[in-house]
Structure formats: C-alpha cells, structure tokens
C-alpha cells in the first residue's frame, strides 16, 4: 500500500525522473554547450554512479509514496552499459509505466532488447530534420536518419506511443516547425514542441532566444488546420493539439509563456543519488549517503516525504530579470 504525500502547495509525488548518466553523445546548445562539455570535460566517476540495486531500491520507496511513472533519463541513459538489466528490475514492479527519453543514436540497436526488458515506451530528442541545423543545435557527427532509425526500431518493437520531442530556438531551427509537424503527421508518433528554457547556467539563455507556443501553433495551423484538446490527466505537461482532418496530434510545452508549476508532481535523481524538486533547483538532497551509510529503508523513506513535503517549487511562475542568473542544476545532470 502506498502512503501519498503532498507539498505545501498541494501537489503530490507521482513522477520519479532518473537520470541514469551524466554523459551524452550530444553536445547541444540547450543543455550540453560544446565550449563546456567538451573533450577534456570530466564527467563523474563510475563508483559515483548509483548502481542499478541502488536505483531499484530508490524506486520501490517512491512507489511507496504514490509514484506510479518512472522516466529513465540522461546525459544520454542508452550509454549506460547494460541499461536493459535496469530496465527488467524496474519492469518487475507492479503499477509502474516506464518509460526512456534518448536522443535516439543508439536506439535503433537497443528497442528490441528494451522491449523485451519491459520498457513501455520512448521519447525522443529531434530539434530538426535538416542535418546541419541539427548538427548546429546538438554537435553531433550522426545524420538524422540515424535518430529516424531509431524511431522506426522503437515503432517496430510496440515501444509506443513515441513521442518525439523539438526545443524551438529563434534564429536557429524555428524553419523546422512545420517540416517537422508534416513529417510526423500521420504516422502514430506525437510531436512535441519545447520552448526553449533556461535550464542551468551554461547555455546562455535569454528571452530573445524563445518562440512563443502561440506562434508556433500559427505556423502550423496556417497549413495544417489543428484545435485544441483536454489533457489526458492533471499534470500533464504538454498542451494537446489535433489536426482537425484526425491525422494525429501534437502537443505544446510552453514552460516559459505558459507555467504549469501549479500542477506538477515531478521529482528528479541525479546519477550520483541527488533528490531535486525542480528542473531548475539551485541544489539537491544526498540520498546516496543514506543509501550507502546504511540508512533502513524506512529512514530514506522518512527522508524522501519530507524534502517532498517542504518543496514550494515554482520557479517558471516567479521567473524574472531576479531569477535568471540563479546558479540552477544542469539539465544534462538531472535529466528533463
């Protein structure tokens, strides 16, 4: 029996995001800036890393608390070797949906193995279709095709629904919307649009930088007539849309324009152990020191309600000229 837990603003815990590792075949402009990540970059040791006992023990305590959706993330989770072990321990969990964000470079040879491990489903990062203004966006030495390799793989083996996800950046890649859409319409995939965020400190973010949601909404609809529709549950991030011809939907992620603090329920593990309640959290909780000082399982559970129970978390509705400059956690460190 799970014990639900909520924050001081009312939200409960439902949505446990692990990122898996802290390294990445991408070095994209948004989370992973190449003049930062590069070459000599040093990553964390491996012996930091939570171990795959470690990860599964972690995830049955926030089951406990009502967390019925674990996301495994990165860095880039499909460079961690022997990934499809963490998967099968996690799957063996009753009432869990697990589900993978990669970038998809390695997808096409893993979504069998995954598959079979219980993977539910992927989400996968494609900022374009256009390989230069891809390779401008993550620095990458792959074409596309890989990345929709991939996406075929994981449509083959049931890893569904996918969902392919686009950050938009102004003077970048926002040409790319309406290609993007046409290219997914259609095909049973859900093409998500992410206003791009100030996610850490390293990928010099500015407002400048953002295309609104309602002016990517108008790009597409001015060719591919679209409305609106509910969520599927609260919380959700994305703002569903849906060609009105029924050809498929798309959603909406408009963190910037359009904050959905006062409905999330989202906690994140670092790969070193670290709890944050928010993707823009200035620190994390040291879970691993319980883990490995030989904390019960009901102290760390103890440790977990109340960091959850303090958080008052709303960083995209407070967001300023004040706020900006906050030295916030790196997304490639604690996943999206």
């Not at 909520?6 to 948004?30: A, E, M, Q």
């Not at 593990?269 to 009901?298: E, H, I, M, P, V």
Request: contains cysteine; charged residues 25%.
């Amino acid at each position: 029996m799970s014990v639900k837990i909520n924050d001081k603003l009312g939200r409960p815990l439902h949505d446990l995001r692990i990122s898996v590792t802290d390294r990445c075949n991408f070095r994209c402009s948004y989370c992973m800036p190449q003049e930062i990540f590069g070459r000599d970059y040093q990553f964390l040791d491996r012996s930091e890393l939570l171990n795959f006992e470690e990860i599964e023990r972690l995830v049955r305590i926030f089951a406990g608390h009502g967390v019925k959706k674990i996301r495994l993330t990165g860095g880039e989770p499909l460079l961690r070797r022997d990934l499809e072990k963490l998967v099968e321990k996690l799957a063996g969990m009753p009432g869990l949906e697990l589900t993978l964000t990669t970038n998809g470079g390695l997808l096409a040879e893993r979504a069998q193995a995954l598959k079979e491990a219980g993977l539910n489903r992927v989400t996968v990062s494609l900022d374009s279709l256009d390989d230069e203004i891809f390779a401008s966006m993550n620095g990458v030495d792959f074409p596309v095709e890989k990345v929709l390799e991939g996406i075929e793989a994981a449509k083959v083996v049931g890893l569904a629904p996918i969902k392919v996800n686009m950050v938009v950046r102004r003077g970048v890649n926002e040409q790319s919307v309406v290609p993007m859409a046409r290219h997914f319409r259609g095909t049973g995939i859900i093409l998500r649009f992410i206003e791009y965020m100030d996610v850490g400190t390293s990928n010099g973010w500015c407002l400048d930088d953002v295309v609104p949601a309602f002016e990517i909404i108008k790009r597409i609809d001015a060719q591919m007539p679209i409305k609106p529709l509910e969520s599927n549950y609260q919380g959700e991030v994305a703002r569903r849309w849906q060609y009105r011809d029924g050809s498929g939907e798309i959603g909406m992620i408009a963190s910037v324009t359009q904050p959905f603090c006062g409905d999330c329920t989202r906690a994140r593990l670092s790969a070193d152990g670290f709890l944050y309640t928010c993707l823009f959290a200035t620190q994390g909780n040291d879970l691993k020191k319980l883990l490995r000082g030989g904390a019960s399982d009901g102290k760390i559970s103890d440790a977990v309600a109340s960091i959850w129970k303090a958080r008052t978390d709303r960083y995209s509705e407070i967001r300023s000229s004040e706020t900006t400059d906050l030295p916030k956690v790196e997304m490639s460190y604690i996943g999206g």
